[in-house]
């Protein structure tokens, strides 16, 4: 009885040490042996032994490094391989969709994003290009080794089942789109759907402007505004996954009817459509509108610049109310934030630095986010992934069996 507890408890240690090396080789694409050893705290022989079932599995590559190491032997270079185990990413975006074949370790093997009309979709229509696009990214090897699909949507989702509850700019309301898009992907892997903005805070979170941080606030700007919560090194999502959703922070009794049904949300003070109203363009116009009104700025239009200061002294009030009441130590400015930041950061500070708590001001820094646009997709693959890292025994198994599964 006891020796078998031991064998499980062991049996337990080896999961949780193979999972700390697969994150490592995720995450910064190549470690040293010796760096492994440095950042698991694992003795050198259990590291070569770890990392032996993940060579023979087919999932990570031992090279001779030369260089590394100092002085002394030389400390053989890990990589992980990124056809070993790939995951397919989508972005339902407002004016996009966009799909990218992602192998571990990060490499983005492969990407179509494929514009669409803005305004209302059928979900039917939505799955069968989103379906479309993974068929011209996807071949048969590389099929035999996908292990998870992740998706982006610019709407508020249950993590748990990705039930789509609403997306006011897709027109959706109450969609199961799980299960439709394994039909259209004639596929049984697992697929994680979530926010859009939740994946682009996970995503700087891992290879952005935010790696390293714990507390962060990611607030991304398209038609819609959403926000990520990073707390103590974790997204949070609420009971739900409902959670972070800040566009919808209510900041003006008197002002105008938001998508949600509500009145003076901060969307409808910061985003896409009242920069465009303010500096006299149609509301509707895109991005294009944005690149437009950005360009009169710089040639000094006062409409213009009065437009950029009015959305900087609303972002810096409602991130001012966020700050004090979360005390992130990064805010994250994402889509069309990360483009407009040069124009809106100084009136942005300036009312942060009236508003917000001193303590609290003096610890947080504002930055635009590293990853643009494809930073939802790149959440996405890392969502997808997460299965893998966190328990990779389940995928180790001996390179023969592997191709036996495959061929059967
Ligand atoms: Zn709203």
Known sequence: MRLYAVGQRSETVRRANLSAIVRELHASGARSRSELVARTGLTRSAIRGLIGEFVDSGLASEVRATSLGGPGRP???????????VVLAMDVAVDSLAVALVGLGGEVLDLVRVQRPRGHSAVAEVVEQLAEQAGVITDRSRADNLIGVGVAVAGIVRRSDGFVAMAPNLGWREVPLAAPLARALETTVPISIANEADLGALAELRRGAAVGADEVLYLSGEVGVGGGLIVGGKPLTGVAGFGGEVGHFPVNPDGIACQCGSV???????????????????????????????????????????????VGCWLGLGLAGLVNVFNPGLV?????????????????????????????????????????????????????????????????????????????
Do not use: K, M
Not at 75 to 85: D, F, M, T
Not at 284 to 304: F, H, K, L, N
């Open 75 to 85: 400390s053989p270079l890990v990589r992980p391989n990124p056809e070993g185990a």
């Open 264 to 310: 003076g949300c901060w969307e409808t003070e910061i985003g896409e459509e009242a920069l465009l109203r303010l500096a006299g363009h149609p509301p509707g116009g895109g991005w294009a509108e944005v690149d437009a009104v950005v360009d009169e700025a710089r040639a000094g239009s006062p409409t213009a610049l009065d437009a950029f200061e009015t």
């Open 332 to 408: 994250v400015l994402g889509g069309l934030f990360g483009r407009i930041h040069p124009l809106v950061g100084d009136a942005l500070e300036a009312e942060l630095g009236r508003r917000a708590l001193a303590g609290s001001r003096a610890l947080v820094r504002v930055v635009p986010a590293r990853l643009g646009v494809d930073a939802p997709l790149v959440g996405a693959a890392e969502l997808a992934f997460e299965p893998l890292l966190a328990d990779p025994a389940a995928w180790l198994r001996p390179r023969g069996a592997r191709a036996e599964l495959a061929s059967a």
